[in-house]
């Protein structure tokens, strides 16, 4: 069954646990998510990038999204994810994202208040739910002074102005991590205290974008099967469960996926050099990110709460 980004997050804060929002591209990734949470009794989100969008066609993702989605006997939630472009934005208002995100966090203060109410305005009408950004994703370096990195990561007292201000019904805050494989030169950081004050300052669901922990059994099987990512690191599970239990509710990942789904088919084409079907090759990668989305269920909490 479809269900929207705030009903999902809504329950997760009320019962401590979190979304996983897992970035699709095409059938397999997209099976791969729903099989794991029908197999966990799970919630899912289902997030397109624009880009994903511009690769597999607007309706085609949407079909093959809603299609299991609707089947499935858990809420799946089809989500746009960094929404930017206007024009997008109102074709998958019209063809059935249920959750859209506008990102304006590129934007100043006003212009990001100024693009996120336009997008509430087209979207509550139609039942669909809005995730706005505050803030710059980025990871705390040593090196950088307390200003630049108050600079970039989300004020507090602002988020609560801001979602005042514009109406959105969940916030991507910014609190110290990046999005792709290469998060963190040396340890992690992320700014926990900055989080507990926004979360008792702000009531609606938060998002932490740039949350994939970078597997290492994942990368050292890539890497076994030739693949190199020298100096990749992602957000430790640890900090995820923090972040979860200072009231984080949506939780993406997108690069953990694109990994095992590499790490997969680096594998399967090894052991298998005879094998030229692609049902099989790509049935060995949506074997892989299954397990991932499997494995990220029980640390997000969400199995059970379908
Ligand atoms: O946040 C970005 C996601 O990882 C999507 O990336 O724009 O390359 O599809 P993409
Ligand atoms: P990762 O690159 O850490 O998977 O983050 C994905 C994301 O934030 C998508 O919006
Ligand atoms: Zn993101």
């Not at 705030?6 to 979190?18: N, R």
């Not at 706005?132 to 630049?148: K, M």
């Not at 269920?297 to 379908?306: C, E, F, P, Q, V």
Request: hydrophobic share 40%; charged share 25%.
């Amino acid at each position: 069954m479809l269900a929207n980004n705030l009903e999902l997050q809504s329950k997760g804060k009320e019962g401590k646990y979190a979304l996983g929002a897992f970035n699709t591209n095409n059938l397999e990734i997209t099976q791969a998510i729903i099989e794991a949470a029908v197999e966990k009794d799970s919630p899912v989100i289902i997030a397109t990038s624009e880009s994903a969008i511009k690769y597999a066609g607007l309706k085609e993702i949407s079909k093959i999204v809603r299609s299991l989605g609707e089947a499935a006997p858990i809420p799946v939630s089809l989500h746009l994810d960094h929404g930017k472009d206007i024009g997008i934005i109102k074709k998958c208002i019209s063809n059935g994202w249920t959750s859209i995100m506008i990102d304006g966090s590129g934007y100043d203060y006003d212009k990001n208040v100024e693009v996120t109410r336009e997008v509430v305005e087209m979207c509550h009408p139609e039942g669909i739910s809005v995730e706005a950004e505050l803030g710059r994703l980025g990871g705390i370096e040593d090196n950088i002074s307390v200003d630049e990195r108050d600079a970039r990561l989300t004020d507090p007292e602002e988020a609560r102005r801001f979602v005042e201000d514009t109406g959105c019904d969940t916030l991507a805050i910014a609190i110290g991590t990046s999005h792709g494989a290469y998060k963190f030169k040396g340890e992690s950081k992320l700014a926990f205290d900055r989080l507990e004050e926004i979360n008792s300052l702000v009531k609606t669901p938060l998002v932490l974008h740039g949350a994939s922990s970078v597997i290492p059994e994942v990368v050292e099987k890539a890497t076994r099967y030739g693949a190199s990512f020298p100096g990749a690191k992602g957000v430790p599970v640890e900090d995820i469960k923090t972040a979860i239990s200072l009231g984080i509710t949506k939780i993406n990942i997108d690069t953990d996926l694109r990994m095992a789904f590499t790490a997969s088919i680096r594998e399967f084409l090894s052991n298998n050099p005879d094998v030229f079907d692609p049902r099989k090759i790509l049935g060995a990668s949506r074997t892989g990110m299954k397990q991932v989305v499997l494995d990220k269920i029980d640390i997000l909490g969400s199995g059970g709460k379908a």
